[in-house]
């Protein structure tokens, strides 16, 4: 067995199974769990996916949103526990793999086009049947 196989191993039960399909571009919540104390609530953040880097437990995605006029940045783990949930609310065109771009650009200029398909909410097999009129 080689080193990539057994570290392959040992990282596997860290793995999230339950990670959605989102690329650059995408805009997402993340739902952040913030501990105050005892106690433990969920803060969501809302932003562009401007950047994805590193591979299995090591892989990291950066989210840019605009807050009263500044950009705020937040880079967060892919398995880490402390974020409960990533939703996709919108999917994007882009053509390139890292958006920094977008951090010179304030207004209308952020704005990406929207990709053109199925609704991101719909899940597969839950088509409306079809030929009853």
Do not use: C, M, W
């Given at each position: 067995m ?27 919540n993340?739902h952040c769990?913030?501990?105050?104390g005892?106690k ?7 932003g ?12 990291m995605?950066t989210v840019?949103?605009i807050?009263?006029?500044e ?15 990533i939703?996709?609310?919108?999917k ?8 920094y ?5 304030s ?11 199925r609704p991101v909410a719909?899940?597969p ?9």
């Open positions: 080689n080193q990539q196989d057994l570290i392959r191993q040992v990282e596997q039960p860290s793995l999230k199974k339950d990670i959605p399909d989102f690329d650059i571009g995408d805009t997402v993340v769990r913030i501990l105050e005892e433990e609530r969920i803060q969501i953040f809302n562009v996916v401007i950047a994805r880097s590193g591979s299995g437990l090591r892989e995605f840019r949103r807050v009263q006029g950009g705020v940045e937040r880079k967060f783990p892919l398995h880490s526990p402390r974020i409960a949930q939703e996709v609310v919108r994007s065109v882009v053509r390139r793999a890292k958006l771009y977008l951090r010179e650009r207004g209308k200029a952020v704005r990406l086009r929207e990709r053109r398909g719909e899940v097999g839950d088509a409306p049947e079809e030929g009853g009129k």
